[in-house]
Nanobody, 125 residues
Framework: QVQLVESGGGLVQGGGSLTLSCEVS????????MGWFRQAAGKERAFVGA????????YYADSARGRFTISRDNNKNTVYLQMNNLKPEDTAVYYC??????????????????WGKGTLVTVAP
């Protein structure tokens, strides 16, 4: 059974930083690309960024580029989302996802095999 468990969400002031983690079990983590998505209240789930199996290649949505960084530790079966200079519009439930292959590119188009349950990030003005 594949499980993705996010942690690290919470309340932060605008301009602050937060790091989310997602631990994966039940699948050979190092074989797959991983991604982060978010869903704000009343909006559809949106792509945030993705990382390939090796951790060497990342890709970000325009909203995240320059402020967010995705990394992974294949020894810990964990992917991270470091978020800096947070804005109130970053408030959302953040989900991690495991892709269908080793690349990051599947995830950009929503090619997801499994989702985590999400963790809420709230950015106060």
């Amino acid at each position: 059974q594949v499980q993705l468990v996010e942690s690290g969400g919470g309340l932060v002031q605008g301009g602050g930083s937060l790091t989310l983690s997602c631990e994966v079990s039940g699948r050979t983590f190092s074989n797959y690309g991983m991604g982060w998505f978010r869903q704000a209240a009343g909006k559809e789930r949106a792509f945030v960024g993705a990382i390939d199996w090796s951790g060497h290649i990342t890709y970000y949505a325009d909203s995240a580029r320059g402020r967010f960084t995705i990394s992974r530790d294949n020894n810990k079966n964990t992917v991270y989302l470091q978020m800096n200079n947070l804005k109130p519009e970053d408030t959302a439930v953040y989900y991690c996802a495991i892709g269908r292959g080793s690349s990051w590119s599947d995830l950009v188009g929503g090619g997801v095999d499994y989702w985590g349950k999400g963790t809420l990030v709230t950015v106060a003005p």
